[in-house]
């Protein structure tokens, strides 16, 4: 049976070493998880032994969280945010998080059945494999800025399921990881870390989103607009994000996004590829030339005539822009939620 895949996963909260069972979380809601983790749900072959090659697989849906806490359970009692769904499934989690205090970073990773943690691309925790509920333990130096998270997953056979990701910094204790703990300060212009290798976070412009209408019916049309505010004298010479968009509620009208009439005049174009069913990278293409405030492209989606959810988030990611004389730099994600009625 195809599963319904609900657009947030629960949360709990422990401070011990090993979370204790906690309460049921509310399984269907539709409130996405702002700068949380992004979690790309499939079905996987019976009697697999190990996480999947998720390039080769279909994506059902997604789901977010702002933390992986679910302890040690009976599998008929699910999984926060897949249902009609026990076993034989796998969820790929992304993110980003901001390192405040730099230093040795050690990370505790439970499961049922396997997962694997990876610190800007590389296997900090391998927990993978058929088992019961266990923990492998690892360690990271980090440093300063911001950071690439990904958690990799796969409930297999019965009896039970676990997904629980814990952090501990320089001289403080295990607890739940959250993304909430691990944001960037609100103000980019003051900044602790403003260049961590490739990955240069600058205060010198953001990308914005509109959505039009916010409330939309099965059927109706949406517009996403993308445009881009940047300080005089600072503005990027290019541009380039990773567009997510929840497929099982909107299915974009035609074949790409509609470039604004100012960077059409200046000769650049906005050009997009589909990397996985809910996942579009675009890029500015054309003379790099300063990119002026103002809109950059459009998007047009349809509502899907039948819909699991009452509400629809669309997520611009790994947002860069290269200012002049060739530095990269990385913006602040966005994102924008239709309601569905």
């Known amino acids: 049976m195809r599963p319904a895949i609900c657009i947030i996963a629960g949360i709990w909260t422990c401070s011990t070493a090993f979370p204790q069972q906690g309460s049921v979380p509310t399984f269907g809601t539709t409130v996405v998880v702002p700068g949380g983790l992004l979690g790309v749900v499939y079905h996987i072959p019976p009697w697999s032994t190990s996480l999947p090659y998720f390039q080769a697989l279909d994506p059902l849906g997604v789901i977010y969280t702002s933390s992986l806490n679910v302890p040690p359970r009976n599998f008929q009692e699910g999984f926060p945010g897949v249902t009609d769904r026990f076993e034989w499934f796998a969820i790929d989690y992304t993110g980003r998080f901001w390192i405040e205090k730099p230093g040795v970073y050690q990370f505790a990773l439970t499961s049922d059945d396997g997962a694997k943690l990876y610190i800007d691309d590389e296997v900090t925790v391998d927990n993978d494999g058929i088992h019961p509920p266990q923990i492998r333990m690892g360690r990271v130096a980090l440093n300063g800025g911001i950071h690439r998270i990904r958690v990799s997953y796969f409930q297999g056979p019965r009896t039970e399921v676990a997904l629980v990701l814990q952090v501990a910094g320089p001289g403080e204790e295990l607890r739940v990881f959250s993304t909430d703990e691990f944001r960037p300060p609100p103000n980019p212009e003051t900044w602790r870390y403003r260049d961590f290798e490739h990955n240069i976070v600058s205060a010198i412009a953001r990308v914005d989103l509109r959505v ?61 590829s589909v990397q996985k069913s809910y996942l579009y990278t675009c890029k500015l293409v054309g003379d790099p030339e300063p990119i002026r405030s103002g809109p950059i492209a459009t998007f047009d989606f349809k509502t899907r005539n039948s819909v699991p959810f009452r509400a629809a988030t669309l997520r611009l990611e790994n947002v860069e822009a290269a200012a002049t004389g060739g530095r990269h730099v990385t913006l602040n994600d966005a994102e924008k939620t239709v309601a569905i009625h």
Request: aromatic fraction near 2%; proline fraction near 10%.
């Open 212 to 272: 039009s209408p916010a409330i939309a019916a099965p059927g109706d049309q949406v517009t996403l607009g993308v445009s881009l505010q940047s300080q005089p004298g600072k503005e990027p010479v290019d541009l380039a994000w990773d567009l997510v968009v929840p497929t099982e509620v909107l299915e974009l009208i035609g074949d790409g996004p509609e470039t604004s009439h100012a960077l059409k005049d200046s000769g650049r174009l906005v050009k997009c």
